[in-house]
């Protein structure tokens, strides 16, 4: 039973963590996301509910490691979606060739206005590394990580 504790608690964690450090990093820091950078985060807005349901569920423990493992896979995607980022950061391959802004709505003016006044963030330069890895990079990374360790924790708990 304790994997799936582990697994519940990363399952939440991970993305709790991840979102708040691109909300940091947009916030505090500046650093205004690309569109593949949105991309990364939806996965990780979605494994947040369903960690959550996970916990809610923890008394059934196989609904409760089925919401888990789907969180996991969202933390997953996400990491995917980073690595092919980087990727395009790196220029080992063509991402978006184009970057893109969403109006948040009013009259046609206001969002006009919206759309020139939002900063252009392409998606194929780093705004930002740390010893030669991008933000991209690092959530391909951790992503990455925290999804596989899930997955093994999902399978010893069920072993057992």
Known sequence: MKSLSLARALALLTPLALLGGAYASQYLGGLH???MCWWQRYPHMAAIP??????????RACISALFTGLAGLAVGISGLIGIFHAGVEYGWWEGLTTCS?????GSGADMLNQIMASPLTRCDVAPWDLFGISLAGYNGLLSGAAALAILVLLLKWRKA
Not at 53 to 59: C, D, E, N, P, Q
Not at 101 to 105: E, L
């Open 33 to 35: 996301p690309c569109q």
């Open 50 to 59: 369903l960690a959550l349901l996970a916990y809610l569920l923890r008394g």
């Open 101 to 105: 802004t969403m109006p948040t709505g």
